[in-house]
């Protein structure tokens, strides 16, 4: 079965909230293997490995995010495709990455597992 081009464009529209999602559940099995396991609980630069592993996931999926954005618009426009769904991909693209950014925020700023006893 092939994917028509309006498959495709959705998948377009829906691929920055969906890796928001991703990076979310990222978050979650980074913190919980690194609370439950003592995973990438080592020191770099005062923060643990888990808050960079997290960082770096953060900043990989932006920069997809904001790839795979340009690579929708201007799929849309060479289709000639409604700008509504070159300004809907936009605009879940600028939302999901403020979404990522307020995520890995606390991160570098509060302890995953909770204070030291």
Same mark, same amino acid.
């Given at each position: 079965?092939?994917?028509?081009?309006?498959?495709?464009?959705?998948?377009?529209?829906?691929?920055? @909230? *969906?890796?928001? /999602?991703?990076? /979310?559940?990222?978050?979650?099995?980074?913190? #919980?293997?690194?609370? #439950?396991?003592? &995973?990438?609980?080592?020191?770099?630069?005062? &923060?643990? !490995?888990?808050? =960079?592993?997290?960082?770096?996931?953060?900043?990989?999926?932006?920069?997809?995010?904001?790839? &795979? =954005?340009? +690579?929708? +618009?201007?799929? !849309? +426009?060479?289709?000639?495709? #409604?700008? /509504? !769904?070159?300004? &809907?991909?936009? #605009? *879940?693209?600028? !939302?999901?990455? *403020?979404?990522?950014?307020?995520?890995?925020?606390?991160?570098?700023?509060?302890?995953?597992?909770? @204070?030291? *006893?």
């Amino acid at each position: 079965m092939t994917r028509g081009p309006a498959a495709r464009h959705l998948a377009g529209v829906l691929a920055a @909230p *969906l890796l928001w /999602f991703a990076h /979310f559940f990222a978050i979650y099995i980074v913190n #919980a293997l690194g609370c #439950a396991r003592g &995973l990438w609980q080592a020191r770099w630069a005062g &923060l643990p !490995l888990s808050s =960079w592993l997290i960082v770096a996931v953060s900043v990989l999926v932006l920069l997809l995010m904001g790839w &795979l =954005w340009r +690579r929708t +618009r201007r799929a !849309l +426009r060479a289709r000639g495709a #409604a700008d /509504f !769904l070159g300004w &809907l991909a936009g #605009a *879940l693209a600028a !939302l999901s990455a *403020l979404a990522v950014v307020w995520e890995t925020w606390p991160a570098l700023w509060v302890p995953a597992c909770g @204070p030291a *006893l």
